[in-house]
């Protein structure tokens, strides 16, 4: 079976700290990934999507970068954490066709102080 | 491009009572619809979807949720609501894979749901 990794499930970093988020995929080959971030009472945001490896579209202009260097793995990084970096992120993995829906990690909580 | 609407932010509900969050969705073909439950601090788990066929689907935990094209509606649904029910829903909509767009899915804000015990 499919399984999804996200590490660290809590971080806190100080302002100007440079990020790195890791998700992983077991059991499938090929999946679309993605990156949300989830703000308090402001539902999902889609940061990034990759359809394969070192292919990254970017849904918004922002402090972060977003790289996928293996099959399954997907890393969410940024140079120098703003305030407003702060967050819920959730990884995400689909198989292509769009009719199975997404597996969500368990998430990280980014703390930017 | 599709947006997702769940004007309901916040739910309260007796235990044993029935249960129903709206969602609206606007999308210029037939969508790809999911609903997806949220404990705190966790990820977010896939209750149901609908993409073709029989517009009443089932789903895990009594769920089940009614696509009705002619209002833009998906709305989920159960019949009796129990204590460790309380959590978010979110209400989703996706374009499917032939547009070569990843599949990217498009949530609502969420509601919230209490249960009274």
């Known amino acids: 079976s499919q399984t999804i990794h996200q590490w660290p499930a809590t971080l806190v970093q100080p302002v100007g700290s440079p990020l790195s988020l890791e998700c992983t995929v077991e059991g499938t080959s090929n999946p679309n990934l993605y990156w949300y971030r989830q703000a308090a009472g402001r539902g999902l945001q889609l940061l990034f999507y990759?359809?394969?490896?070192?292919?990254i579209s970017s849904e918004v202009p922002q402090n972060l970068s977003a790289s996928r260097p293996q099959d399954r793995q997907f890393i969410l990084s940024s140079k120098k954490l703003l305030l407003s970096d702060s967050g819920f992120y959730l990884c995400?993995?689909?198989?292509?066709?769009?009719?199975?829906?997404?597996?969500f990690g368990s998430g990280t909580r980014l703390t930017v102080v | 491009a599709q947006s997702v609407t769940q004007p309901d932010i916040h739910i309260t509900v007796s235990e044993g009572a029935s249960l129903e969050l709206r969602c609206n969705y606007s999308y210029g073909a037939t969508p790809y619809l999911f609903w997806y439950v949220q404990s705190p601090g966790q990820g977010l788990q896939l209750l149901l979807k609908y993409f073709s066929g029989d517009t009443l689907v089932q789903g895990i935990k009594g769920f089940e949720a009614e696509f009705k094209r002619s209002q833009s509606s998906f709305n989920l649904r159960k019949p009796s609501v129990h204590w460790s029910d309380a959590a978010e829903y979110f209400c989703?909509?996706?374009?499917?894979?032939?547009?070569?767009?990843?599949?990217?899915?498009?949530f609502g804000t969420g509601t919230q749901l209490k249960v009274e015990l």
């Open positions: 995400a993995w689909s198989p292509p066709g769009g009719r199975d829906g997404y597996t």
């Open positions: 990759s359809v394969g490896i070192g292919q």
């Open positions: 989703a909509v996706g374009a499917g894979g032939l547009t070569g767009g990843g599949n990217k899915l498009t």
